[in-house]
């Protein structure tokens, strides 16, 4: 694409998520009244993973001798360069956190019809520091969970653990280092609000599996936690390394 083309493209994007009135969670388009949350061209363009309830998909294959992970979903696929670049780029940077909780009802409704959310008692979505998260005005992971909890009725509970270290810088790191360097990014504040609960951990993109990871392991200290897991997009190949780590090609 020209580089000019694809500049304005961008501020288009940009003027829309700025503009008031109802867009595609996706593009930014204005939607036609009547219109779903996400445009038709979208709908059909988008790449999503369709691998809900499906034992051993690779979302479950990424946790597997790490993590107890009951239930594991990704709506989309995310590659650079396709369309869910878009879904992300809006969502992160476009200040856009009405298009998070319209892209986390599409979560939702894309796993309705398993039986994904059978006896989760709470979602938690992944915690920003707090200096991210007062950057960024809101937490994106958050804005997702708060759209699955309009189509499902779940408690969204933000109030269990924080986030103490920005970004896990583990991409590179493999078995055992990678695995010590994953603690201690989350710290469990109120252990008494996830204690023997079927917790549903959100995230918006899902690369190493290293945040989660962490996540999951400081809310099982709270005891007797169940876990599952839904992310709105899956990133890179995944295949897992012969100790039991995960590698990213
Ligand atoms: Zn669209």
Redo the contacts with the bound molecule.
């Keep these: 694409m020209p580089a000019r083309r694809r500049l304005t493209g961008i501020l288009r994007r940009l003027a829309a998520g700025l503009a008031g009135g109802r867009?595609?969670?996706?593009?930014?388009?204005r939607?036609d009244k009547g219109a779903d949350e996400?445009?038709?061209?979208?709908?059909t363009s988008l790449p999503f993973t369709r691998f809900h309830g499906c034992p051993d998909n690779p979302v479950e294959r990424l946790f597997r001798g790490l993590l107890p992970v009951e239930r594991a979903g990704a709506l989309l696929r995310y590659r650079p360069l396709e369309r869910s670049r878009f879904v992300l780029l809006r969502l992160k940077y476009f200040h856009a956190p009405a298009s998070g909780i319209a892209l986390g009802r599409m979560m939702a409704r894309d796993v309705w019809p398993t039986d994904f959310f059978r006896e989760v008692d709470a979602i938690v979505p992944v915690p920003l520091t707090p200096q991210r998260l007062h950057r960024r005005g809101y937490n994106q992971s958050e804005m997702l969970a708060r759209g699955i909890a309009d189509v499902t009725g779940l408690p969204v509970e933000t109030g269990a653990v924080s986030r103490v270290v920005e970004r896990p810088s583990q991409t590179l790191l493999h078995g055992r280092s990678r695995r010590e360097n994953v603690e201690h990014v989350f710290r469990l504040t109120n252990p008494a609000r996830v204690a023997g609960r079927h917790l549903l951990m959100v995230d918006d993109v899902l690369t190493t599996g290293s945040t989660l990871l962490s996540l999951g392991r400081t809310l099982m200290e709270a005891g007797g936690v169940r876990l599952s897991v839904l992310t709105l997009a899956l990133a890179g190949e995944h295949h897992v390394v012969e100790d039991g780590g995960i590698a990213t090609p």
């Design positions: 867009h595609c969670a996706v593009c930014g388009r939607l996400v445009c038709a061209a979208c709908l």
